[in-house]
Nanobody, 116 residues
Framework: VQLAESGGGLVQPGDSLRLSCVGSGFTFGSYDMGWVRQAPGKGPEWVGGIASSGYSTRVKDSVKGRFTISRDNSKSTLYLQMNNLKPEDTAVYYC??????????RGQGTQVTVSS
């Protein structure tokens, strides 16, 4: 199982970023997928997830209305669209296979820094 994230960077408050994660070594479309983030000095935090079919998504309250999760099973790719970014969104973002604390694999992560 390999999960490879990309798309992170340094942005200003209010900006947008789209993260991508390509999965390989497993049948991507058969698994619920999600995003986990870890801010400096804090533990991992489940950001949100999407069902294997793509028809159901859920995100944590603090990012609701700003973050959207989607997937393209034909490309084995998971996305996280982040709008109106805030400094408190600064973290390493990981793609994870599974749902909430039940994920069993995650990628190497991509750094997102929101700062003026």
């Amino acid at each position: 199982v390999q999960l490879a994230e990309s798309g992170g960077g340094l942005v200003q408050p209010g900006d947008s970023l789209r993260l991508s994660c390509v999965g390989s070594g497993f049948t991507f479309g058969s698994y619920d997928m999600g995003w986990v983030r870890q801010a400096p000095g804090k533990g991992p935090e489940w950001v949100g997830g999407i069902a294997s079919s793509g028809y159901s998504t859920r995100v944590k309250d603090s990012v609701k209305g700003r973050f959207t999760i989607s997937r393209d099973n034909s490309k084995s790719t998971l996305y996280l669209q982040m709008n109106n970014l805030k400094p408190e969104d600064t973290a390493v973002y990981y793609c994870a296979r599974g749902w909430e604390s039940n994920y069993d694999h995650r990628g190497q992560g991509t750094q997102v820094t929101v700062s003026s």
